[in-house]
């Protein structure tokens, strides 16, 4: 018997065990039909068997999810469509939820909420497939806030610090600077071994040209995933992108390691989520947004934390960023986020138009946890410090009525004049937190009192060389820092 017979005869044999153990079952196969489509949104008849958040898949290769049950129809989000999607289209389930592709490949990469690459690049390789969606780490989890993640901005770091695996919203109208703090905690990350992770919701495209410029110019770009889904995109895409944003870091926090998440914006969001639910006919509340919206950014938001030794002792700093009108902090959306996170830092048009940039009004401003997590060295100098500042505030209204003060009121308003202008910084130049020390010690022990306001940014310009090439750290006992900072700023006067 030759070589082909025998292959012959044991392809037969095969053939035949297979049929003796076969068993005939009955596969269901459901197929649903699109009754009406438009605005991002696609009614379907059929597929009884569709669950919330299931993708499905159209004829025409568009992609959905569903995102509504009713008793006759399914309302779903397209995440892709053609223009070959209309009524009568044959719809199926693919049995599975939406996930995104996460790892280290996606560090320095532009990728849309589903994980397709924008930067003209091969598809990232992933390590693993995360869902969306996932419920928060449970409270067993999570440990306390111990770690500072320093912005590089000096009102910040020293008066309204942040922790990592904090949730700190930043909050003003638009055009006072949101985006750059941000963009300059995320700049001050280099060398620090934080992961970054920017969500960029719904705005247009040359806002977001900008922002990966600044981001690549800086260097920042290597350590950041950019997720984009910009004003052209689909509704379900902009809703979907802190979500994936979201997914990208907690795949490094479980690793271990420290992530910073900025979602830019989740006023857009908000937006987004109303006009998908307006469209999906689900009944208005407050401000026509649907009575669910505390319940998504809470979602969210709360898969932000710092998980303990057991599970890895990652964490995950989130910066959300929401929009006021006129200053109207108490509004819908924005006092929804203020309950969900730990603090805020809010923008004032005021201290703007003033010229006091950033625009950051510390009576406004809390962080309730970070200052469990800011050196002690900088806390100790802060304090005494922020306690000027806040004097300073009371009394400068009496300066406008140009009433006669005694000597110390006037010493008051001095030290208050000169702290504000030290406060002052230019956007996208952020500094350690050693330089934050350095001027501290300097202010407290009354080295600038003979200063006038406008010496203060030169001699800020001399510590800040100084410090680069100092060995002093944080730790250093003050005494040091205070006979390092009387020889870096020699004789000071008028």
């Known amino acids: 018997m030759d070589k082909e017979e025998v292959e012959t005869n044991s392809l037969l044999a095969r053939q035949a065990k297979w049929l003796d153990s076969y068993q005939p079952a009955v596969h269901i196969n459901e197929r649903g039909r699109v009754v009406a489509v438009g605005d991002g949104i696609a009614w379907i008849t059929g597929l009884p068997s569709a669950a919330m ?210 979602y830019d914006d989740l006023s857009t969001h908000a937006k987004t989520y109303r006009e998908l639910s307006l469209l999906l006919r689900r009944p208005p509340g407050r401000e026509a947004y649907p009575g669910d919206i505390f319940s998504v950014h809470a979602r969210l938001l709360e898969r932000t934390t710092c998980l303990n030794a057991a599970n890895g002792g990652g964490s995950m700093t989130a910066l959300p960023i929401v929009e006021t009108k006129l200053g109207e902090i108490t509004a819908y959306i924005p006092t929804n986020l203020i309950s969900i996170t730990d603090g805020q830092i809010y923008f004032d048009q005021a201290l703007f138009a003033g010229g006091f940039r950033p625009a950051i009004d510390i009576a406004r401003s809390i962080s309730r946890i970070g200052g469990q997590a800011q050196h002690p060295s900088i806390k100790k100098e802060a304090g005494r410090m922020k306690l000027d500042y806040l004097r300073y505030l009371e009394l400068e209204i009496f300066t406008r009525f140009g009433a006669r003060l005694e000597a110390s009121m006037e010493k008051a308003i001095h030290r208050g004049r000169l702290l504000r202008e030290i406060l002052k910084q230019d956007r996208l130049s952020p500094l350690p937190a050693t330089f934050d020390m350095a001027w501290l010690v300097a202010f407290n022990d009354d080295m600038l009192e003979q200063a006038g306001t406008d010496k203060i940014p030169p001699l800020l310009a001399t510590l800040e060389a100084s410090v680069s090439h100092t060995t002093l750290t944080l730790d250093s006992p003050r005494d040091q820092w205070a006979d390092a900072v009387t020889r870096w700023l020699g004789p000071v006067g008028d």
């Open 53 to 262: 958040d299931d993708i499905l898949s159209f004829a025409d290769g568009s992609t959905g999810m569903v995102f509504d049950l009713t008793n006759k129809l399914i309302g779903a989000v397209l995440l892709r469509d053609s223009e070959k999607l209309t009524s009568g289209t044959s719809v199926k389930r693919t049995g599975r939820t939406l996930s995104i592709a996460v790892g280290d490949a996606l560090l320095g990469r532009i990728i849309d909420p589903l994980g397709m690459p924008l930067d003209n690049k091969p598809r990232p390789k992933h390590s693993r497939w995360l869902p969306l969606e996932t419920a928060s780490p449970p409270i067993v989890a999570r440990d306390f806030v111990v770690k500072p993640l320093y912005t590089g901005n000096k009102i910040i770091d020293t008066m309204i610090p942040i922790g990592k695996g904090q949730r700190q919203l930043l909050i003003g109208d638009e055009g006072l600077g949101r985006s750059s703090i941000a963009l300059d905690t995320v700049i001050n990350q280099r060398g620090q071994n934080v992961y970054c992770v920017y969500v960029l919701i719904g705005q247009k495209r040359s806002s977001i040209v900008n922002t990966i410029n600044i981001l690549r110019k800086s260097g920042a770009l290597d350590y950041t995933t950019v997720i984009v889904a910009e004003a052209s995109s689909l509704p379900g895409l902009q809703h979907l992108a802190p979500f994936a944003g979201c997914a990208a870091a907690e795949f490094w926090m479980q690793q271990g390691h420290d992530v910073l998440v900025v």
